[in-house]
Structure formats: C-alpha cells, structure tokens
C-alpha cells in the first residue's frame, strides 16, 4: 500500500528559469492545471526584459510577433506569476540556492548558440553564426553594438525560417525596417551595407525546405528586391513528388516557389535574394584570412527524398557567409548536458542525472528539452507534458527549507543583484514606446516603439533609478 504524504499548509514554491515563451507557457499551465494545492511561481530571466527568443530571436518584421507578445503579456500581466530579470542562474543563483527556496525548479533556457558548420574556413573573418547576427539585430544586450556589414555578395546557408530570417535582414532596404521596433544603431547598419545579391542554399530540393509558408511568402514583400530561382533546381523524385501532392504545406511551398520560377522577371531592382536548391556548401574559400568564396557540391535526390552528391563543384563569389543550419542548447551548470544534441537529458520533461535516474525536482521545458525544433506554438505541448509529470510528483516536492517568497529577494539584494520586475518592464515597455513616438516626430515614418539596447539603460528604467546621462548619449548618437 502507497503511504500517502500530506500536503503541506503552504504553497508549492516553484522557480522557473528562462522567460521566453517556453518558461511562460509553464507557469500558465500549472497555475490552469487541476491541483489541490496552491502554488507560487517565480520566472526568472538573465536578462533585464522578458520574452526570450520573442525579443532577442525572431526577426523585428515577422509578422506574428505582436500576437505572440500579447498572449505571454497576458499570462503575465495577471499578477499570478512573478517575473524576476537580470538574475543569471550559474552566477548571481546557483542550484544549491533555488533548492533552499524551491520545491521545484523547471529550466526553460532555449538555444542560443549556433549549431556547428564543420567544413573548411569556417573560421575566416566573415564566416559568422546566423545567431549571433540575429542577436545583433535584435538588440540583444550583451553582443556589439556594430556589425560588419561590408559584403556586396552574400551567402546564407540553411533552408529554414532562420535562414530566410537573416537573408530577407541582409537583403532588405533599412527604411522598410523603420515601422518595426529595431534600435537605432541597427537600423544605421544596415543603412549604411553595400549588399546587392544575398544567396540562400540548401541541401536539399525545393519539396523538403523546412520553411513555413508564411514566412516563405513574406520574402515576396520586400520593396526593390528582385528573387531570384534556378531551373536546375527544380528536382523532384517520387519521394518529392508524393509529399507534395500529400502534404498541405509542402504543396503550397513547392507551389509558390514554382510560380516565382515561371513569373521571375528582372525588375531592376538594386538588390537581388537568390534562392538556390540542391546545393551542399564544402569548403569557405579565403583570401589573406577573410572570406573570398564558398564551394558548394551539387546534390541529387536519391528517389527517397534525401540526396547524394554529384562531384560537380561550383564557386559563388561572396565576401560573407552565414551559418544558419540551426541552434544549440548550452551547458546548464549543476546538471548533465546532451553535448551531441545541445539538451539537459530528460523523461518527458524530469531532468535525468549521469547515472540516468530522474534526479527529484528537477525539470525541463522548451528548447532545452527537446531540442531546437518545431514553432514556437510546438512549446504548449511540449510544456504541458513536463507539467503532468511535475504534478504526479507532488506528493515527494516539498523539499524547500526557506520557502518565503521575500526570502530569495532578499538573497539578490545581499548579493548585489540588480533584478527586475514585472513592474519593471511595464515601465521599460512605455519607455520603448515613448522613444518610438519621439521617433514618429523627426523621423520618415510612423515608429510604434524603439528598442533599447544598453542593459544599464534597461536597468535603470526598469528599476526607475536615473537612466546614466553617458547611456542616454551614447544611444542617442546611434
């Protein structure tokens, strides 16, 4: 017969870390979940803001953000949920701590690094990670302020929606950006870039791509950038053939890039977005240690879908190449890591020590867990299922030794930490606002908001102290 443990008269004190939409889809589970006990949830970010790859991993144009943006802003503007930034897990709070204060702890981090091109001259001057340039123009924090972006011709290899990301970034003119909510100092680079011919190139033909349609789409709407197909390109093998006339997406991709191949007319436009299929990039080519060229290997489909290569070598003349064949998860300190497949190892969401085991309270969400694959919406699932596994562990969870809510608070502030709150970002959030309706008035176009950059200018908005008058200067001139 099981022994039945009783429930503690308090709240179970749950901490998660990482406030993107995987940290924020958790918290509002579990806050919905059928339970018979109360609980109290706090999210932690490194960063001063929320949202995660929301903020710092989506292009500034893409269409869904704001509807994404509003539904998190939602689950959190509720109050149910406390949203402690600026608090990075590993340096300011180490497991030892969250453990003090927590019965449990679900680690929502994502992917951030990118995943690794393992050819020759990857490591040229000019040879960067697709996410570190979306960093870039995002906004994130803690990357340079300047990229540079002084290639004519550019290459991009990946197909999917982070590949299109960055090309249609590379490819389109910085004014048409103004209406979205990138800083200032991105907008001046790419101002200020030389490109006229962006090429993205995939491995495979146009029936396997893993773009969505929407954002496929989207790259038709750039004002004076023709598009550029290649018949030769245009492969398909049963395989290919039985996916298209099988599968709703496909067909409707594999249809709109058929009918850009039959509509394509040179405009004259002043840039060019070259899309090509079949084509596996072997080796950067270099010139006094900067990138000159990059040699790609046609490809064939097999009859299965998948391909092998031809021994036919062509050389693109470029002057910068972006990896964007994916993302890669990081270490998390105190837990066991995946370093082949960039995850905390896990059973549904219960993180596993090194002897494979299901080490107690701890959890795993997103990203992180799974891996970086599918749409943001893919994360509610997958939240949902590292929550039913954290509830049929309840009865065992009550393990925090100080579990006052002011406790952990009073951690950060004897250790010097400056967090920031829910109120916080409100306070950033009419902050970004107002400086995009200064923008409206001495600008071209209307500016819903401006990002802010500098993480001490976030910080003291969020924390209402008086923004350093070498920040505000500083972001001005940008």
């Known amino acids: 017969m099981t022994e039945t443990v009783p429930t503690p008269d308090r709240p179970l004190r ?65 109050g149910d949920i406390r949203f402690l930034g600026n608090v990075d897990f590993g340096r300011d709070l180490n497991l030892e701590d969250l453990r003090e204060h927590y019965d449990a702890i679900v680690f929502s981090t994502g992917a951030i690094k990118d995943a690794a091109l393992d050819i020759p001259g990857a490591e040229l001057q000019g040879s960067f990670g697709g996410a570190d340039f979306v960093s870039w123009y995002d906004g994130h924090p803690d ?66 791509v893993k773009f969505t349609p929407l954002e496929l789409r989207e790259l038709a709407h750039s004002k004076d950038v023709d598009l550029v197909l290649y018949p030769e390109d245009f ?18 991709m594999v249809g709109t890039l058929t009918n850009w191949l039959v509509e394509e007319q040179d405009t004259g436009a002043s840039r060019r977005l070259h899309l090509h299929f ?42 910068a190449v972006y990896r964007a064949i994916g993302y890669h998860g990081s270490e998390v300190p105190g837990l066991a890591y995946d370093e082949r497949r960039g995850v905390i190892p896990n059973d549904a969401g219960r993180v596993l020590g090194a002897d494979g085991a299901p080490v107690p309270g701890l959890y795993a969400s997103g990203w992180i867990k799974r891996g970086p694959v599918g749409l943001i919406g893919h994360t509610k699932g997958d939240a949902l299922e590292t929550i039913g596994c954290l509830l049929e562990d309840q009865p065992q969870l009550w393990t925090a030794r100080n579990p006052d809510e002011q406790a ?54 969020s924390r209402q102290e008086s923004v350093p008058r070498e920040a505000m200067v500083l972001e001005a001139a940008r």
């Open 143 to 208: 990357v340079p302020r300047e990229w540079p972006l002084t290639a004519r011709e550019v290459a991009v290899i990946g197909n999917g929606n982070v590949a299109l990301d960055v090309a249609r970034m590379l490819s389109k003119h910085a004014e048409d950006l103004l209406v979205t909510e990138i800083p200032e100092n991105v907008y001046a680079g790419l101002k200020a870039s030389p490109v006229t011919d962006v090429h993205v190139f995939g491995r495979r033909g146009p029936a396997q």
């Open 408 to 461: 952990v608070l009073n951690l950060l502030e004897s250790r010097g930490i400056d967090y920031t709150t829910w109120e916080g970002w409100l306070a950033l959030d009419e902050h970004e606002l107002a400086l995009g309706a200064e923008a409206t008035g001495s600008g071209p176009v209307a500016r819903e908001r401006v990002k802010v950059v500098p993480r001490e200018v976030m910080l003291a908005v």
């Open 235 to 252: 492969e398909f093998d049963a395989a290919s053939e039985e996916a298209a006339t099988s599968n709703n997406q496909i067909k409707t």
């Open 278 to 319: 079949l084509q596996q990039p072997v080796e950067i080519l270099g010139e006094d240690g900067a990138v000159a060229g990059l040699r790609m290997e046609r490809m064939e489909l097999d009859g299965t879908g998948n391909v092998k290569g031809t021994g036919e070598f062509t050389d693109y003349p470029v002057q």
């Open 14 to 78: 749950l901490a998660i870390i990482g406030a993107g939409p995987a940290g924020v889809y958790t918290a509002d589970l579990l806050t919905k979940a059928e339970r018979d006990f109360e609980v109290s949830i706090d999210l932690f970010d490194r960063y001063p803001a929320p949202y995660g790859l929301i903020r710092y991993g989506v292009a500034p144009d893409h269409p869904r953000i704001k509807g994404i943006v509003k539904a998190l802003h939602k689950v959190m503007d509720r």
